[in-house]
Structures are given as structure tokens and as C-alpha cells.
């Protein structure tokens, strides 16, 4: 008998020999139809494997990542079945799982694919899937296996086989199809109930330029006919949402070659928007006890030596800028917190100064390498919307609980109600690594965990993934499509305030050291941006949209109200328009539509007798006659709403 342990703790003893699968159907059927592989011992293999010995197993489903990639990967074996026999003779390179599905590199001696033959493929695995044929592992001798691939004829296969050693080989086979594999794979074909194969791309052999171009398959299977069209419509929509197809149509930003990939310019629109966040977040800062400062695009090679970015990212950073005279170095600014060390210092602190919080919108400018480069959300400048709080060790954590007001107040006024937050704290054994004195480290611990837990912050604690200078709070939020993003860090650091040896006169008139937080609500305003984008789809909440009312007058005749309507609501602090081109009124509503514009005044000459505006609801259409001032009241009032908004929920 052997003795397995869940992971619960639990211990029961099976007949040695027994599967993980055999354990499964012991417990219920229910969860034998769901187990794709099997952990042992902490190595993931096939549910089918008889387990010889004591162990601690884990059943991995669909939902585990690790299910998953046995799932996608076992998919493209059976795609290279059914290429098999769509293409006799075709010659196969290797299929792994990626993050979302799996490919099979294919030789198909200069014949391209078609669409049309995708589709016989994917119908060919649905057929194949079908017979439900198990995955079968077999161990097997180099040469008998040289002797399977040579007599198959597959150059490829053959060339993996060289750099393998004997008595660490195994295939594996479903139904007529066999492959040189490691596993592992799900019990049989059958689990595979959907598929789609989604493009196909040229691919080298082993990624090398001198070998031969490669045909590669992208496939994407589920369990479920149901999940696979979900999971399309999802595709489908993030498409439509990317934040860089919305930046084009919306206006609001552009890239230029001629100025340098990964330097986003911000238009009229985009820089409406970018203004609105800032005095938001800014006006919510003031009374919050922030002071704004401003500091340079650049600092001198000697701040980064002294603060040691110098000598961890000096390399990976932008060049240092010489002065023509005297030789001096300058560094694109690629983080704010220096400088603001420096302003920390212009003054002899004392106990009670603390805290002191100073915000900056401060630019800073970080090398990536081109090809890393991505919309707003991978750039080589950007703004930081950033601010360090210096305080005592007892200050901590109430200035953790003023910033988590902060976050949460920014979240609920764009619509962000789904997050989780994280608290990373220390490795629990190895503490060799930290820089801080272990009493610090312990009450900033402390506060918070605190922190997060009196402002009700159903929070996922993490050992070991604080920074050597300190613990920190992440929020990561939930958006429209379910995808999770890393917004608001809350970091505490005991570096700085010793490499640039702040101080301030304790009560008892001694020196101390303050601590120091680093926070950023937003993170940076570009990849803010980018998220705001495509959570909302482009329509922004009422009180951000660059352009919140359009006033369309139905022909010339009406121009001059139109533009009398649009400075009275520009008096009233809303940003209005009018579209004064010679267009059809239904062109006009049409082309505010796709700028996503929230109200439309249709304004002809009832309205203009009147003092009124016809008023259409972008994506609502027409919601009636309403006066003019009505209308501004109405508006002025619905953007207060908003702002702070409704409050957030927690998931855990
Ligand atoms: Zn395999
Ligand atoms: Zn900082």
C-alpha cells in the first residue's frame, strides 16, 4: 500500500500502482471527468501514471494554469494527427502549449495553407477527438527510436532525438498518431470539444534565420463549445477595445517615427483628457495634505550614484548627457524620488514637520528596448503621477490609510469596482537580502496589514515579494473583459532616506531617519490611460470625455445660436463644441456617435425661438426638448455625481 497526501493534509492509502485518475474515480466521478493531469510530488504528469509510491498529489482541472497547457498541448497533438492524415507525408517540428492555446511548427514542402484547409483540419480533430483515444506514454530505446523516425521519414524529429539521451525518451500516442515527447498529456482525446485554429505564420526551425522557414499552426481548443465562443467574443471585443485603435479614432494620441518610436505625442483631445485626471487627482491631493513641487527633466550623473540606480540600471538607461564646456553628466530623469530627496533636504526637518508629501506629475524617461515597445502601455517616457510621503515609523500607517482613501476614491470615480489588493512583505526564512533595521521592517509590516484591513481591503498577503527596501500594497484591478491590470502601488523605503541620509529631530532631540513612501494611484498616466481605454471601450465617463457636449445646428440658419449654446455652456465649465461643417444633421449625428461624444444639442428653429437644445444620449439617442439652462443644470450635476461615484466593492 501507498500513502497519498491532498492538499489539504488529508492522508489515505491506495494499492500501489493506483493513478492519480484511479484516485480521482475513487473520490467521485463527478471529479474524474474534470482531471486533465496531476501534480506529484510537485511535478506535473499524466493523471494515467501509475504512482508507485508515497506521495502528496494535487488534481489539476481546467482551471489550473498547468491543466490548462496539458490540455493545449495534448490539442496539438491531435492537430498533428489529423495534419497526418490531411497531409500524408508531412513532416512535423515541435507543438508546445503557449499562454493561450498551442501551434505546430509543419513542413509541408513549399504547399501554403489555405483558410479552406484549416477548416478540414479543424474538422478532422473534432472527428478524432471523438473516438476518445487515450494518450499513451511508452519509454523507449534511442535507437529503436532513431529507427521509428527514420523509417517515418522526419528530419526534424530526428535532429531532437540526437540531443537526447538514451533511457530519457519517451513517446507518446493517440489513436494512429505517435510523437517523441516528454508529457505530459490529459487521460484521452476526448476532453477536446472545441476547437479553432486561429492563423498560421512562418516560423524558422529552432528559431534560427539559416534553418528552414517553417509553416506554424496557432491553434485554440476548450472543453466546451460554450467556453471556446465566449472566449472568442472575448477576443473580438479586446479588438475592438485596443487602447491604440481608440487612441487613433478618438484622436487622442499619435506616434511619430521621425520623433522617435515609444514617445507618445498627445493631442488636443488626448491632452484634455490627461489635463482632466491630473487636476482631479490633484485637487483630491491638496486636500489631502500634498504639496505640489516641480523638478527637471534631468539630473546629474552624481544624484543616480549617490540613490544607486546608477549602478543597478545605469547600463539599461538612456546614455548620460555631456555639457559641451565643462564635461558635466546629466541623466534623463528615469524616476522623480531623487530629486525629491534633494527638496526633502533643503530645510532641517523636525518631528513635527512630518509627514511630508510632495506630488509631482514629474516625466521620467526609461529605455526599452524597440521591440518591447507597445502603445501607452510599454513607452520610453512617460508620466509618473507620483508623490513620496517622508514620515516617522509611528506615521506609517496612517499615511497608508490616507493613500488606500486616495486609490479608492480614484477607482470609484472611473469605474473601476472589481480589485484585489496584495500585500508583499519579506521572505519568512531568508531575511539576508533586506536592507532596514528588523524592528522597521516589523511595525511597517504591521501597519500595513492594518492598514489594508481597517479600510476593509480584502487584501492576498505574499511572502518574499517585498523589494530589499521595503514592503509594499498593490491593487490590481478587474476590467470590463475580466482581464486583471496592476494599478496603485503603495511602497515603503528605508534606501533612499539612508543614501542620501535624510534626517529629522525627534522629540527628544535626536537625529532619526525618515521613512519614506513612494505612491502612484494612477501608476503613470500613459498606461492609465491605455487600461481607462479599454476597460470603458472609449466612452469615457461624463466628466473626463475631452468633448462632453457637441452642438449640432441642422443648417447654416442656426449657426449663431449653436455657438451662443456652446459659450453658455463653456461658462458653466463644460467643454462644448459645435460642428459647423455643411452636413446633413444625420451626418452629424452619425460622426459624434464614433467620437463617442456623451451629449449631442440638435439645435434648429424651434430650439433657437425657444432658448432650447433637442438633447440625444450618446449610444441612448433622442431624450427630448429641454431649456438651455435645464440642460446645464441637468449636466452640471450629473458630472458632480460622478466624480467619487459609487463605492467600490472588494473581491478577494
Ligand atoms: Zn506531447
Ligand atoms: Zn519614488
Redesign the pocket.
Same mark, same amino acid.
Given at each position: 500500500m501507498i500513502h497519498i497526501t491532498f492538499p489539504d493534509g488529508a492522508v489515505r492509502e491506495y494499492q500501489e500502482g493506483t493513478s492519480s485518475l484511479d484516485i480521482a474515480k475513487s473520490i467521485s466521478e463527478g471529479l474524474a471527468r474534470k482531471v486533465l493531469a496531476a501534480e506529484v510530488d510537485g511535478q506535473v504528469v499524466d493523471a494515467t501514471r501509475p504512482l508507485d509510491k508515497d506521495a502528496q498529489i494535487k488534481f489539476l482541472t481546467w482551471d489550473d494554469k498547468s491543466g490548462k497547457s496539458t490540455f493545449w498541448?495534448?490539442s496539438?497533438?491531435l492537430m498533428a494527427e489529423a495534419l497526418e492524415s490531411v497531409f500524408p507525408g508531412v513532416k512535423l517540428g515541435i507543438?508546445p502549449a503557449i499562454e493561450t492555446g498551442f501551434y505546430y511548427d509543419i513542413d509541408l514542402d513549399g504547399r501554403s495553407i489555405t483558410e479552406e484547409d484549416l477548416k478540414r483540419i479543424e474538422d478532422k480533430m473534432r472527428e478524432l477527438s471523438k473516438s476518445n483515444s487515450e @494518450?499513451q506514454r511508452r519509454e523507449i530505446g534511442k535507437d529503436d527510436a532513431i529507427a521509428y523516425f527514420t523509417e517515418k521519414n522526419d528530419p526534424y524529429k530526428l535532429e531532437l532525438l540526437r540531443d537526447l539521451q538514451d533511457g530519457q525518451i519517451t513517446f @507518446?500516442t493517440q489513436g494512429g498518431f505517435t510523437?517523441l515527447?516528454?508529457?505530459?498529456?490529459i487521460p484521452h482525446t476526448g476532453f477536446i470539444k472545441a476547437v479553432k485554429l486561429m492563423n498560421i505564420a512562418g516560423a524558422y526551425w529552432r528559431g534560427n534565420e539559416k534553418n528552414k522557414m517553417l509553416t506554424r499552426i496557432y491553434g485554440v481548443t476548450y472543453p466546451s463549445q460554450k467556453e471556446l465562443d465566449q472566449y472568442l467574443t472575448l477576443l473580438e471585443e479586446a479588438k475592438k477595445r485596443d487602447h491604440r485603435k481608440l487612441g487613433k479614432e478618438l484622436e487622442l494620441f499619435a506616434f511619430s517615427e521621425k520623433v522617435g518610436s515609444g514617445l507618445p505625442l498627445w493631442l488636443p483631445k488626448g491632452a484634455m483628457l490627461r489635463e482632466r485626471l491630473q487636476q482631479f487627482l490633484q485637487k483630491a491631493q491638496l486636500a489631502s495634505g500634498y504639496l505640489p513641487v516641480v523638478t527637471p527633466h534631468i539630473g546629474s550623473k552624481q544624484l543616480y550614484i549617490t540613490s544607486g540606480h546608477w549602478e543597478k540600471y545605469g547600463k539599461d538607461s538612456f546614455r548620460p548627457i555631456t555639457t559641451p564646456q565643462e564635461g558635466e553628466e546629466f541623466m534623463l530623469k528615469p524616476m522623480n524620488c531623487p530629486h525629491h530627496c534633494e527638496i526633502y533636504k533643503t530645510q532641517p526637518r523636525s518631528y513635527k514637520d512630518l509627514p511630508l508629501r510632495l506630488a509631482e506629475f514629474g516625466t521620467v524617461y526609461r529605455y526599452e528596448q524597440s521591440g518591447e515597445l507597445h502603445g501607452l502601455t510599454r513607452v520610453r517616457g512617460f508620466t509618473q503621477d507620483d508623490a513620496h510621503l517622508f514620515c516617522r515609523p509611528d506615521q506609517v500607517k496612517d499615511e497608508f490609510k490616507k493613500v488606500i482613501d486616495l486609490v479608492l476614491y480614484v477607482f470609484r470615480s472611473l469605474d473601476f469596482h472589481e480589485f484585489t489588493a496584495q500585500v508583499s512583505l519579506r521572505d519568512q526564512v531568508d531575511r539576508s537580502k533586506y536592507i532596514g533595521s528588523e524592528d522597521n521592517w516589523h511595525i511597517a509590516e504591521q501597519a500595513i496589514i492594518e492598514a489594508a484591513s481597517e479600510k476593509g481591503l480584502k487584501t492576498v498577503i505574499e511572502y518574499g515579494e517585498a523589494a530589499f527596501y521595503g514592503p509594499k500594497l498593490d491593487f490590481m484591478v478587474r476590467d470590463a473583459l475580466g482581464r486583471s491590470w496592476q494599478l496603485g502601488t503603495i511602497q515603503v523605503d528605508y534606501n533612499l532616506p539612508e543614501r542620501f541620509e535624510l534626517e529629522y529631530v525627534d522629540s527628544d532631540n535626536t537625529r532619526k531617519r525618515p521613512v519614506m513612501i513612494h505612491r502612484a494611484p494612477f501608476g503613470s498616466m500613459e498606461r492609465f490611460i491605455a487600461v481607462l481605454l479599454e476597460h470603458c471601450a472609449g466612452n469615457l465617463p461624463l466628466w473626463l470625455a475631452p468633448v462632453q457636449v457637441k452642438v449640432l445646428p441642422i443648417s447654416d440658419k442656426f449657426g449663431e445660436y449653436a455657438e451662443a449654446v456652446a459659450v453658455a455652456l463653456r461658462n458653466a465649465d463644460i467643454r462644448a463644441e459645435v460642428d459647423d461643417r455643411n452636413e446633413k444633421i444625420g451626418k452629424k449625428i452619425r460622426d459624434t456617435e464614433l467620437m463617442k461624444v456623451p451629449y449631442m444639442l440638435v439645435v434648429g428653429e424651434k430650439e433657437m425661438t425657444n432658448r432650447q437644445v433637442a438633447v440625444r444620449k450618446h449610444g441612448e439617442g433622442d431624450k427630448g426638448v429641454e431649456g438651455l439652462e435645464e440642460f446645464i443644470n441637468n449636466i452640471t450635476a450629473a458630472i458632480k455625481e460622478q466624480i467619487g461615484g459609487k463605492p467600490a466593492t472588494v473581491v478577494a
Open positions: 498541448h495534448s496539438a497533438h507543438g @494518450y @507518446y510523437d515527447c516528454r508529457g505530459p498529456h
